[in-house]
T-cell receptor, first 115, second 113 residues
Framework: AQSVTQLDSQVPVFEEAPVELRCNYSSSVSVYLFWYVQYPNQGLQLLLKYLSGSTLVKGINGFEAEFNKSQTSFHLRKPSVHISDTAEYFCAVNAGGTSYGKLTFGQGTILTVHP | IAGITQAPTSQILAAGRRMTLRCTQDMRHNAMYWYRQDLGLGLRLIHYSNTAGTTGKGEVPDGYSVSRANTDDFPLTLASAVPSQTSVYFC????????????FGPGTRLTVT
């Protein structure tokens, strides 16, 4: 079975500050990892994904994430946030085996950027 | 613009009533999914379909049913709604079974009273 834990339910930060949203996963097989963003009253939009290759993945809006297999983590980072980054962020895992093709989501992290 | 449409946008439903949430995609994706989103729980998979004519149960299937008569449509039915089914429902699709991104619709906000 696969599972995802987002370690912070809410992260407040000031504009232009760096931010890290933490995500840990568990799976007994190889994984594919995703970060999605949800703006208020909207559906989910893909930020970035890790399938294979380089462990540092760059996505849209200046976000990046690093896949760390030994620590089973996939933390999301941005060096300087904007007010417009205020949203809820979801980490998700797509593992092999019987769950192949299905996404398991974390509980979400609400990022609030203050002026 | 290609994508996923869901209807209705929102609905208030009396307990015990039957309701079908509609989902249509125009990307010719083989796989489709239904999730519910509840505060603090993230998104949980209700049912999925790997290809037209097949369906499967996700993490929280009880009280819901789906059908996949063709590639484009994947309706979700609540046979007899209960208040615990109050949630935001998202339909998603992906090209197939594999390490693919899923594309999400705008959601349906359902309140069961």
């Amino acid at each position: 079975a696969q599972s995802v834990t987002q370690l912070d339910s809410q992260v407040p930060v000031f504009e232009e500050a760096p931010v890290e949203l933490r995500c840990n996963y568990s799976s007994s097989v190889s994984v594919y990892l995703f970060w999605y963003v949800q703006y208020p009253n909207q559906g989910l939009q893909l930020l970035l994904k890790y399938l294979s290759g380089s462990t540092l993945v760059k996505g849209i809006n200046g976000f990046e994430a690093e896949f760390n297999k030994s620590q089973t983590s996939f933390h999301l980072r941005k060096p300087s946030v904007h007010i417009s980054d205020t949203a809820e962020y979801f980490c998700a895992v797509n593992a092999g085996g019987t769950s192949y093709g299905k996404l398991t989501f974390g509980q979400g992290t609400i990022l609030t950027v203050h002026p | 613009i290609a994508g996923i449409t869901q209807a209705p946008t929102s609905q208030i439903l009396a307990a015990g009533r039957r309701m079908t949430l509609r989902c249509t995609q125009d990307m010719r994706h083989n796989a489709m999914y239904w999730y519910r989103q509840d505060l603090g729980l993230g998104l949980r998979l209700i049912h999925y379909s790997n290809t037209a004519g097949t369906t499967g149960k996700g993490e929280v299937p009880d009280g819901y049913s789906v059908s996949r008569a063709n590639t484009d449509d994947f309706p979700l039915t609540l046979a007899s709604a209960v208040p615990s089914q109050t949630s935001v429902y998202f339909c998603a699709s992906s090209p197939g079974v594999g390490p693919y991104e899923q594309y999400f619709g705008p959601g349906t906000r359902l309140t069961v009273t």
